[in-house]
């Protein structure tokens, strides 16, 4: 069955420190994995896409990491800012005779002060 | 970056009354949009492909006769929710993938609109 699974489900850091978030998928096969910013009430905004050939990826301060050999990515949050506090959620796109997006059901980050 | 508009951000009606949502891509256009709902605290579920000048494809379980989607040009795409009720109230979502890739090639880069949030009383 084609899932993914993020974890954790929810985080809380103190402004200023570095995070990661994960994410396994059992999608297969798949072209890319993309990870979005969702914040509150709002719609998703893309951070990073990657194929599958891609095994990094930087947005800024994101950082994203693809393994697909054992289908699992990460999101790395560096020295993060009030304004990082949101869901973050993987989708892996599932090329199987169609295409269909898979969506994680997202990580909430909150960063104190 | 790209713009897809959510008109209205947030409805509320009575309960048995229909509900439009549109979904405009303002500087693109995109023959395939997608409708999700969210409810609190989970993410995305998609509701159906949106294809211009044919019919949706509604994803299992989606009830095609409640939630009726109109594709009728290459920017616009609307949701009606038709005879709603208190369990029809959640946050709408739609997305657009440009007819022409922005982003990495092959990709199908999505841009997501800004949500509308449906309450029915």
């Known amino acids: 069955k084609n899932q993914v699974e993020q974890s954790p489900q929810s985080l809380i850091i103190l402004e200023g420190k570095n995070c990661t978030l994960q994410?396994?998928?059992?999608?297969?096969?798949?072209?890319?994995l993309r990870w979005y910013k969702q914040d509150t009430g709002r719609g998703p905004v893309s951070l990073t896409i990657?194929?599958?050939?891609?095994n990094t990826k930087s947005n800024g301060r994101y950082t994203a990491t693809l393994d697909a050999d054992t289908k699992q990515s990460s999101l790395h949050i560096t020295a993060s800012q009030l304004s990082d506090s949101a869901s973050y959620i993987c989708?892996?796109?599932?090329?199987?005779?169609?295409?269909?997006?898979?969506f994680g059901a997202g990580t909430r980050l909150a960063v104190h002060p | 970056g790209a713009v897809v508009s959510q008109h209205p951000s947030w409805v509320i009606c009575k309960s048995g009354t229909s509900v439009k949502i549109e979904c405009r891509s303002l500087?693109?256009?995109?023959?395939?949009m997608f409708w999700y709902r969210q409810f609190p605290k989970q993410s995305l579920m998609l509701m159906a492909t949106?294809?211009?000048?044919?019919?949706?494809?509604?994803e299992q379980g989606v009830e095609k006769d409640k939630f009726l989607i109109n594709h009728a040009s290459l920017t616009l795409s609307t949701l009606t929710v038709t005879s709603a009720h208190p369990e029809d109230s959640s946050f709408y979502i739609c997305?657009?993938?440009?007819?022409?890739?922005?982003?990495?090639?092959?990709?199908?880069?999505?841009?997501f609109g800004e949500g509308s949030r449906l309450t029915v009383l």
């Open positions: 997305s657009a993938r440009p007819n022409v890739d922005r982003g990495p090639a092959n990709t199908g880069e999505l841009f």
């Open positions: 994410c396994n998928y059992t999608v297969s096969p798949f072209s890319n």
């Open positions: 990657m194929t599958f050939s891609e």
């Open positions: 989708v892996v796109l599932f090329s199987g005779g169609y295409n269909k997006l898979i």
């Open positions: 500087d693109f256009q995109a023959t395939t």
């Open positions: 949106s294809n211009e000048g044919s019919k949706a494809t509604y």
